[in-house]
Nanobody, 116 residues
Framework: VQLQAYGGGLVQPGGSLRLSCAAS????????MRWFRQAPGNERELVAA???????NYADSVKGRFTISRDNAKNTVYLQMNSLKPEGTAVYYC???????????WGQGTLVTVSS
């Protein structure tokens, strides 16, 4: 499985941005897709996840503002981020959690900067 993340950029506080993560390869091995973020000096943290069955969960810090979704036809997962805050500035990574005991896969990060 290979993951390609894109969509980051500079956005003002209160603005919106949508990240995309396109998966290719052995898609059938993917159990869940997740978005993480890592701010400078901080550990990588889970932001949102969506399972094969479409069950979603979110970090408390983004509930009500972020939405994770997927387009199975395009093998793509999205992270719609609304009402962005400066503390949302981070490198965002997509991750595939896999079945059959296979190790997870990380995409390259995409930088989101929330600043006026």
């Amino acid at each position: 499985v290979q993951l390609q993340a894109y969509g980051g950029g500079l956005v003002q506080p209160g603005g919106s941005l949508r990240l995309s993560c396109a998966a290719s390869g052995s898609i059938f091995t993917i159990n869940a897709m997740r978005w993480f973020r890592q701010a400078p000096g901080n550990e990588r943290e889970l932001v949102a996840a969506i399972t094969r069955d479409g069950v979603t969960n979110y970090a408390d810090s983004v509930k009500g503002r972020f939405t994770i979704s997927r387009d199975n036809a395009k093998n793509t997962v999205y992270l719609q981020m609304n009402s962005l805050k400066p503390e949302g500035t981070a490198v965002y990574y997509c991750n595939a959690d896999r079945r059959y005991g296979l190790s997870g896969v990380w995409g390259q990060g995409t930088l989101v900067t929330v600043s006026s």
